[in-house]
């Protein structure tokens, strides 16, 4: 299997927005740079990829707990982390075209890449990509506030709070998923990089003696996690960063990265961070965040592992994973091979026609069946345009109801890949999709 290649991901753009995934940020205004809505699918699509980040990272473990951190914060905490003075990018403006470019980026830091005029670069200057902003009435310097550009800073200043208030011990993690935001210069793809943006981040905190081990099984972890949910290994790897591309506090990263239409990029980075984050925010604010060993009779700064992945360029991973074209019956159908915890839609419930006798038994129907999944109602058009349209939306299942219901009390229930029909009883109905969809 291959990246999609730009006509093709130039289709799948277009299904999103047709299908109800993704809409243009105050379209009916001309639009507003790089940001982006999610329509009644697209959001059953996100929130489905961060409930099963939280299942795995937080659910199904005894030593995760979770945190909603506010998004607005004082400048102190981004001193503290060193974002004021370090989070930037190399800016530099063309002075033929004035266009505006990140330096880093430049395939030819010397050509411009709009006009292609040469030499005509402004000298680099940085820029913060932090959101400033004004908390109150009054605007001046003890007003400020930021909007923060990760999550992972309200996990770090509650460390003390969560230690105190639960019964956790190293190792032990703390999870978050929230919105953040970063003023790029470049914001493009899609909504691959936009400055506002939804993460999935963690902070395990460890004995130091075992960081080096916790990091390399919580890059195993995070690797298999998109793999067990229907990405294709040929479209995904694990990257280790190079050691010019560390972090000055990391002792080591990977980037579990996909085969975009432009290239590998990266969905997820894993990190170990070692104690500097708990050590900034010890020195800048005077509190002790640290871990007492009873046992030990010793105190000591936890190291820590942090995945932290994107939840929306996520989405549009598996997204983009999912999408399949294939010719049926002369026609081309195209079809989203979602992994069932993926799909927007669960069970999508079809009566043969719109004739009273029918849609009223499979509303009754689908209303049970909505006390257990997320389900879709179709009765407009005829049933073959009604599948397609499902098999666009990636739902896995959809039942018929049609005129042999009302003697046999069965279903026809379709499934989405193979497209193979059987007849189940209405009695069984629920129990077979629960375990197929399991």
């Given at each position: 299997m291959s990246s999609p290649s730009p006509e093709l991901f130039d289709r799948i753009v277009n299904l999103t927005k047709r299908r109800g995934f993704v809409y243009p940020s105050a379209e009916i205004y001309g639009g507003f740079r790089s940001t982006y809505d999610y329509g009644p699918v697209?959001?059953?699509?996100?929130?489905n990829v961060k409930d099963a980040w939280w299942r795995s990272m937080v659910q199904l473990r005894g030593d995760v707990v979770g945190l909603d951190a506010s998004?607005?914060?004082?400048?102190?905490?981004?001193?503290?982390?060193?974002?004021?003075?370090?989070?930037?990018?190399?800016?530099?403006?063309?002075?033929?075209?004035h266009q505006r470019f990140r330096l880093d980026k430049l395939e030819d830091p010397e050509r411009c890449p709009n006009c292609g005029a040469v030499g005509a670069f402004t000298e680099p200057r940085q820029f913060n990509l932090m959101f400033k902003t004004q908390a109150g009435p009054v605007e001046d310097a003890a007003a400020v506030a930021y909007l923060r550009p990760e999550t992972a800073q309200g996990m770090f200043i509650n460390f003390k709070n969560v230690v105190d208030t639960t019964r956790v011990r190293p190792p032990f993690g703390i999870a978050?998923?929230?919105?953040?935001?970063?003023?790029?210069?470049?914001?493009?793809q899609f909504v691959f990089r936009t400055r506002e943006f939804e993460q999935m981040e963690m902070e395990y905190f460890v004995p130091p003696a075992d960081a080096q081990?916790?990091?390399?099984?919580?890059?195993?972890e995070r690797y298999?996690?998109?793999?067990?949910?229907?990405?294709?290994?040929?479209l995904l790897r694990l990257r280790p960063h190079e050691s010019d591309e560390l972090s000055h506090y990391s002792s080591?990263?990977?980037?579990?990265e996909f085969l975009f239409p432009w290239g590998w990029d990266e969905l997820e980075g894993i990190a170990n961070r070692g104690d500097y984050d708990l050590t900034q925010h010890a020195e800048h604010s005077g509190e002790r965040l640290e871990w007492y060993d009873q046992a030990a009779n010793e105190r000591w700064v936890p190291h820590v592992i942090e995945p932290a992945a994107g939840a929306t360029r996520t989405a549009m991973a598996f997204l983009m994973a999912a999408y399949d074209e294939e010719e049926v019956r002369g026609e081309t159908r195209v079809v989203l091979r979602f992994h069932p915890r993926i799909a927007p839609y669960k069970v999508a419930v079809l009566p043969l026609s719109k004739k009273p006798e029918l849609s009223g038994p499979a509303q009754e129907l689908v209303a049970e069946l909505r006390r257990s999944f997320v389900c879709d109602y179709d009765e407009t058009q005829s049933i073959?345009?009604?599948?397609?349209?499902?098999?666009?939306?990636?739902t896995p299942y959809c039942v018929t109801y049609d005129f042999d219901s009302l003697t046999d009390g069965a279903v026809t229930v379709r499934e989405r890949d193979s497209m193979e029909q059987e007849r189940v009883p209405l009695a069984d109905l629920a129990g077979v999709l629960h375990e197929r969809l399991a």
């Amino acid at each position: 299997m291959s990246s999609p290649s730009p006509e093709l991901f130039d289709r799948i753009v277009n299904l999103t927005k047709r299908r109800g995934f993704v809409y243009p940020s105050a379209e009916i205004y001309g639009g507003f740079r790089s940001t982006y809505d999610y329509g009644p699918v697209g959001v059953l699509l996100l929130r489905n990829v961060k409930d099963a980040w939280w299942r795995s990272m937080v659910q199904l473990r005894g030593d995760v707990v979770g945190l909603d951190a506010s998004i607005l914060s004082p400048p102190q905490v981004w001193e503290a982390s060193g974002h004021l003075a370090n989070f930037t990018d190399p800016l530099v403006d063309c002075t033929t075209c004035h266009q505006r470019f990140r330096l880093d980026k430049l395939e030819d830091p010397e050509r411009c890449p709009n006009c292609g005029a040469v030499g005509a670069f402004t000298e680099p200057r940085q820029f913060n990509l932090m959101f400033k902003t004004q908390a109150g009435p009054v605007e001046d310097a003890a007003a400020v506030a930021y909007l923060r550009p990760e999550t992972a800073q309200g996990m770090f200043i509650n460390f003390k709070n969560v230690v105190d208030t639960t019964r956790v011990r190293p190792p032990f993690g703390i999870a978050q998923i929230g919105k953040s935001f970063r003023n790029e210069i470049t914001p493009g793809q899609f909504v691959f990089r936009t400055r506002e943006f939804e993460q999935m981040e963690m902070e395990y905190f460890v004995p130091p003696a075992d960081a080096q081990r916790w990091y390399e099984y919580w890059c195993t972890e995070r690797y298999q996690w998109y793999l067990d949910l229907g990405i294709p290994e040929d479209l995904l790897r694990l990257r280790p960063h190079e050691s010019d591309e560390l972090s000055h506090y990391s002792s080591g990263t990977s980037d579990v990265e996909f085969l975009f239409p432009w290239g590998w990029d990266e969905l997820e980075g894993i990190a170990n961070r070692g104690d500097y984050d708990l050590t900034q925010h010890a020195e800048h604010s005077g509190e002790r965040l640290e871990w007492y060993d009873q046992a030990a009779n010793e105190r000591w700064v936890p190291h820590v592992i942090e995945p932290a992945a994107g939840a929306t360029r996520t989405a549009m991973a598996f997204l983009m994973a999912a999408y399949d074209e294939e010719e049926v019956r002369g026609e081309t159908r195209v079809v989203l091979r979602f992994h069932p915890r993926i799909a927007p839609y669960k069970v999508a419930v079809l009566p043969l026609s719109k004739k009273p006798e029918l849609s009223g038994p499979a509303q009754e129907l689908v209303a049970e069946l909505r006390r257990s999944f997320v389900c879709d109602y179709d009765e407009t058009q005829s049933i073959g345009r009604r599948y397609r349209r499902q098999d666009e939306l990636g739902t896995p299942y959809c039942v018929t109801y049609d005129f042999d219901s009302l003697t046999d009390g069965a279903v026809t229930v379709r499934e989405r890949d193979s497209m193979e029909q059987e007849r189940v009883p209405l009695a069984d109905l629920a129990g077979v999709l629960h375990e197929r969809l399991a």
